[in-house]
């Protein structure tokens, strides 16, 4: 029998505003209460339906209450089995560690170890830092501008997010921050591909430099497309370098697959489109199957860290394992992996062709189904790499007359300018087309002439 709840949005999100802390975020830019969700749509407490291209930041990898999911969750209880093992193994527990491995690389499957974490991703990147430093014996760490790795007090530390950083004291030392690659935007103001090359350059220089005053690191750490910071894609030559430069050097490299990983960007994991490995990849989000659940992959030969160097209460959370395993062995079974490729060509093709009509879309890019549209001010002058300055109002505006059609997106990067895209990875080509059609009537009645 469905619950009839009787209670509006606008009660529910009062009731929210009274009781929840401050520092809550998306239901300031989101004002809805969500009654039911199922695939790629959720419906609000008086029934207005909605296409979710937010799914979670990015961990509804098969959507809203998929049936796989439903099963993995009816099984564990009707089974009897243990909700909560902190880190003592179990059946379910090694079937999803086999079905993780099997995920992997050829070149990882024989060397790889796993480390289960607390609930979020954040303290999987905290586990990563740990577990380099104590391998390396090394402090500093080379992390990116634009980056962000979590809300922790060590995430925050080696994320380029200045606000919430303002009001914190002491944040993590020898933490050395590199320009990304950020082609429209470029560091260096001359934009296009040489942005990239320029950035690998000065990278091996400062590492070689006897006078660059830091210190041999532990480890260099970044997303090979940044989310929060604005869905940028690093170019695939500008990750191999990384790679080598890494390698060269016996500097460990830390990937953050944390948003990218279990096929939002067309590879199963994101590394794999420029053909590297890294010693140590992050994962959370899609890996639980909707569940909370993180995990580090790690290269055997770092695993140098003692018992209990990184616990956490929750890392034994064995529904996530289960529903983690049914995400990973569906997405294989239907080929979610490709799909997403396929899908994330159609949303960049077709937003390509928004952005000729609308000159206030200064920057298209993405990777797989892991896309955003950057929204300037194409009156005023340009910088010397070609980019007009962000309009973060416009952004906004698109991101609520969309809500009024019945479409979630979410926006993000520099001054808060970037719409992003991250749907469900089971969208359907039909679906895809009316998520288009929305936005550019939103952006149609956003745009002040």
Not at 109 to 129: N, Q, S, W, Y
Not at 254 to 268: F, P
Request: glycine share 10%; proline share 6%.
């Amino acid at each position: 029998m469905t619950v009839q709840y009787q209670i509006s949005n606008k009660e529910l999100l009062s009731q929210q505003e009274q009781r929840e802390s401050n520092a809550r975020s998306y239901p300031r830019r989101i004002p809805i209460a969500i009654r039911e969700a199922e695939g790629i749509f959720i419906t609000d407490m008086e029934g207005k339906k909605y296409y979710d291209c937010l799914a979670g930041a990015g961990t509804l990898a098969l959507g809203h209450n998929h049936p796989v999911i439903i099963e993995a969750i009816e099984k564990i209880i009707r089974d009897k089995r243990p909700l909560h093992t902190l880190d003592l193994t179990t059946p379910v527990k090694e079937e999803f560690v086999n079905e993780l491995f099997s995920s992997l690389p050829e070149e990882l499957k024989g060397r790889a170890k796993v480390h289960f974490c607390g609930p979020t991703g954040g303290d999987a990147i905290e586990a990563a830092l740990k577990l380099v430093k104590t391998a390396t014996g090394r402090q500093s760490i080379l992390t990116f501008q634009g980056g962000y790795h979590g809300a922790t007090h060590g995430t925050m530390s080696i994320s380029g997010n200045l606000g919430p950083k303002k009001k914190v004291q002491g944040l993590v030392p020898d933490t050395h921050f590199l320009p990304y690659p950020y082609t429209y935007r470029c560091p260096f103001g001359i934009g296009g591909e040489e942005s990239h090359r320029i950035s690998a350059r000065y990278i091996e220089n400062l590492l070689d430099d006897p006078e660059s005053g830091i210190l041999p690191p532990a480890a260099m750490i970044f997303e090979t497309v940044q989310g929060e910071g604005g869905s940028i894609p690093a170019p695939i030559e500008w990750l191999k370098e990384m790679r080598r430069i890494t390698k060269e050097r016996g500097i460990p490299l830390i990937i953050d697959e944390v948003q990218t990983g279990i096929g939002r960007t067309g590879k199963m994991f994101s590394f794999e489109h420029a053909g590297i490995v890294p010693d140590v990849f992050v994962l959370s989000k899609a890996i639980g199957g909707s569940l909370p659940l993180s995990v580090v992959v790690y290269d055997k030969e770092l695993d140098r860290w003692e018992p209990g160097a990184h616990i956490g209460t929750f890392r034994g959370n064995q529904m996530a394992m289960a529903t983690g395993t049914a995400t990973l062995q569906y997405i294989k079974e239907h080929q979610l992996v490709e799909h997403a490729k396929e899908m994330g060509k159609r949303l960049l093709e077709s937003l390509d062709g928004v952005q000729k009509e609308f000159p206030e879309i200064g920057d298209v890019r993405g990777r797989g189904l892991m896309v955003g549209a950057e929204m300037v001010n194409p009156e005023l002058a340009p910088a010397t790499s070609g980019s007009h300055p962000a309009d973060p109002g416009l952004a906004s505006r698109i991101q609520q007359e969309c809500l009024k059609r019945g479409l979630i997106l979410e926006v993000g990067g520099r001054h808060g300018a970037v719409v992003r895209f991250l749907p469900p990875l089971i969208i359907t080509r039909e679906q895809l087309d009316e998520v288009i059609t929305i936005f550019k009537e939103a952006v149609a009645a956003s745009i002040v002439r």
